[in-house]
């Protein structure tokens, strides 16, 4: 099934280049994958995966696990940032 | 102590200066900056003023930490009743200036009266004289700043001033320090503008030794600046991607208020995000973003300073505008762009140097011109009228309104009274996107039901950082709560209104807070400034000058109708994205809002309140 990753911030930087200017990965996954496959897969260091949303939803670090991903999900992750 | 124990006062009828002492009893109940500016402002004006008129005061006013080597000890505010809203207006600024005039000898400086001609405030130590500002009259924030060090022979004066929209009474004018620090939001530098003021020139070389215990200051700021440091927020996230981080992460949540709040999500919020800021142009090969910048005292150096594509339709034939400049913020970015449907990068970059150029809210601008652009698709507001065809997605509109609004021509001066006043002068009250008179910033109340909240309950009109609730709601800070609910919201907007006024009186920047707690700023209090000063003071005083801005907005007319959203949010659902369906539940929240306060049905502090904040 196809998902889409997105990374920001200094995440950009696990992105492959075609996905840069966009922020968004589009790639099939096996069914069952979770989002913590997901950082798995992709090497995520712990330290920068803090907002961790599907389809726009929090995910709690102890969700992370167990959040099984459906087609069309979008998960999208940024390291510890703020603004104002 | 920290404070000079010094205020200026300065009638500009009289065009008189005096030196007054601090009254220390009100410093010990409101600390200083916010707090102690608005305590003496409400001790001294009629609540029901013009704030326009030569009646209403306005005070630049220092905290006990400014100037100190308490990281971001360099802030200041300019208080004063504002004329965007009718209510307490609170403008904090960083940059320079704070600093400079703790170091020069005074805590405050407030202002009365109105001069016959335009002049402006030299200060330069003890030494203070009213000057001649007619030469001044007519330039731009950047020319009066290039003017006045040179004329003062001194490259190390500090300015804080207005640009032609303070001068014109543009109801949301700035007043700008530092050519790109701001006292931004509700219209200060118009009530500066009403009294012929161009500018304070400031040049301190006192320093700040006053310390109570000066040992323990350097140790308690050293401890605090290392928790700034290692946080992965404040010491990392902020420096690299600044506020406009935020861009991507509020519409993914879908809470990204775009085109005059029709939509929460904006299909272009990628092209004009930090993310964005960071890419080669294909035009030059170079990014929009060149370097961060901080603030006096900061270790934080959030700020952004970028160069616009010479390139760009709108700078190719005006070279000072290629130059390294502020910009963009996130909210900038947003109301310029998202508000509007605008995602052209550069166009944004320019009419927030215009922002800055002629002292005017992006936020109250750009949230106008989105009002503008929904009336412009409706009929209601033409081409001939506006001078330009102004869709939503149109940056040759924005520019060329930003353009108007900056000198005063055209149409500029119709924007220049705000989205609530433009759109009761079209017949739509309901289209502008604003709280007691003062536009909304960049999250919408039906994706973050705290900001609703925050919103129509501010003191100082629509405004994120009375009470920035999007630290918990969405970012996780100190704790993670639902954005969608409005269960437990009141008593969480209350903790951060009380909070945010401690940190606001204090000298120091409100961002702190991404990191430390009101615990860490206590023990920094306690080591610079003599006496008691425990947290269930602060916590108590916090609650205090909510209650104190609060009576004062009673008094001068504002009753509990007030506290409201427009009814956009309440009756159109969110369409798209986390929060597809709701609406805003502020009806739901202000009751137990105000049980929480203390206050009645009206929204007024009761006698047992009063009594115990001792008001």
Request: with cysteine; net charge negative.
């Amino acid at each position: 099934m196809q998902v889409t990753l997105k990374l920001y911030a200094s995440l950009s930087d696990y992105l492959p280049d075609e996905a840069k200017r966009t922020n968004e990965w589009p790639m099939d996954v096996p069914e069952g994958t979770t989002v913590g496959d997901m950082i798995a897969r992709h090497q995520l260091p712990e330290r920068l995966v803090h907002l961790v949303l599907v389809n726009g939803h929090f995910i709690p670090p102890g969700s992370r696990a167990s959040r099984v991903l459906a087609a069309d999900d979008v998960l999208a992750i940024w390291p510890p940032v703020a603004g104002g | 102590m920290a404070w000079t124990r010094k205020i200026l006062r300065v009638n500009l009828t009289d065009r008189t200066t005096k030196s007054e002492p601090l009254n220390m009893e009100w410093a010990n109940d409101y600390l200083g900056q916010r707090g102690l500016a608005t305590k003496y402002l409400v001790s001294e004006i009629d609540p029901k003023v013009d704030p326009l008129s030569p009646e209403n005061k306005i005070i630049w006013a220092t905290g006990p930490l400014t100037g100190t080597m308490a990281s971001t000890g360099g802030r200041y505010s300019v208080v004063t009743k504002g004329p965007l809203t009718g209510a307490i207006a609170c403008s904090n600024s960083g940059g320079y200036f704070g600093a400079e005039l703790k170091f020069a000898g005074w805590d405050m400086v407030i202002i009365e009266g109105r001069a016959s001609s335009p002049v402006y405030l030299s200060i330069e130590n003890d030494k203070v004289e009213i000057r001649d500002a007619s030469h001044l009259w007519g330039k731009t924030v950047w020319e009066t700043e290039e003017t006045l060090k040179s004329e003062h022979q001194d490259p190390q004066v500090r300015v804080s001033c207005i640009g032609r929209t303070g001068e014109a009474g543009v109801l949301y004018a700035a007043i700008v320090n530092d050519l790109h620090r701001a006292a931004g939001r509700s219209g200060v530098g118009a009530v500066a503008g009403s009294k012929n003021l161009k500018a304070l020139v400031v040049r301190g070389t006192l320093g700040v030794g006053n310390l109570a215990n000066p040992k323990e200051f350097m140790k308690v700021t050293f401890e605090k600046k290392k928790i700034l440091k290692e946080n992965a927020v404040t010491g990392q996230g902020l420096p690299t991607y600044g506020t406009q981080v935020l861009m991507n992460v509020i519409n993914e949540i879908g809470a990204m208020p775009t085109r005059n709040h029709k939509d929460v999500q904006f299909e272009g919020a990628r092209k004009i995000s930090a993310e964005a800021m960071h890419e080669p142009r294909e035009s030059d090969g170079k990014a929009q973003l060149v370097n961060n910048q901080g603030c006096f005292g900061c270790t934080i150096a959030c700020g952004r300073i970028s160069k616009i594509d010479q390139t760009h339709y709108t700078v190719v034939n005006s070279p000072k505008y290629w130059g390294a400049s502020g910009g963009l913020e996130y909210e900038a970015a947003w109301s310029l762009g998202c508000a509007n449907g605008v995602d052209d990068i550069e166009a944004l970059q320019y009419a927030n140097m215009l922002c800055n150029e002629d002292g005017f809210d992006p936020i109250s601008f750009g949230a106008t011109i989105g009002a503008v652009m929904e009336l412009y698709e409706m009929g209601v507001l033409t081409k001939e009228e506006i001078g330009i065809e102004a869709p939503f997605g149109s940056a040759r509109a924005l520019t060329f309104l930003a353009e108007q609004t900056a000198r005063g021509e055209g149409f500029g001066k119709i924007v220049g009274l705000g989205s609530k006043r433009l759109c009761e002068k079209y017949g739509h009250p309901e289209l502008s996107m604003s709280v007691k008179g003062q536009e909304f910033p960049a999250y919408d109340a039906r994706g973050v039901q705290g900001m609703g909240l925050t919103y129509a309950t501010s003191n100082r009109g629509a405004c994120h950082l009375r009470s920035y609730t999007i630290s918990s709601e969405v970012l996780g800070i100190p704790v993670k709560t639902d954005p969608h609910t409005t269960e437990g919201k009141p008593a969480l907007v209350k903790a951060f209104q009380d909070a945010t006024a401690v940190v606001d009186s204090s000298g120091l920047c409100v961002f702190t807070t991404f990191a430390w707690a009101l615990s860490d700023i206590q023990p920094q209090l306690q080591a610079a400034c003599e006496g008691d000063w425990s947290m269930e003071k602060l916590d108590l005083m916090g609650e205090r000058i909510w209650n104190m801005e609060r009576q004062f907005n009673n008094a001068a007319g504002f009753t509990r109708k007030d506290d409201d959203l427009p009814p956009r949010l309440k009756t159109e659902a969110a369409k798209v994205g986390p929060a597809k369906g709701l609406v805003s539940g502020i009806d739901k929240m202000i009751p137990e809002y105000y049980a929480l306060r203390g206050w009645d049905s009206e929204g007024r502090p009761t006698a047992e309140t009063v009594a115990r904040l001792g008001l």
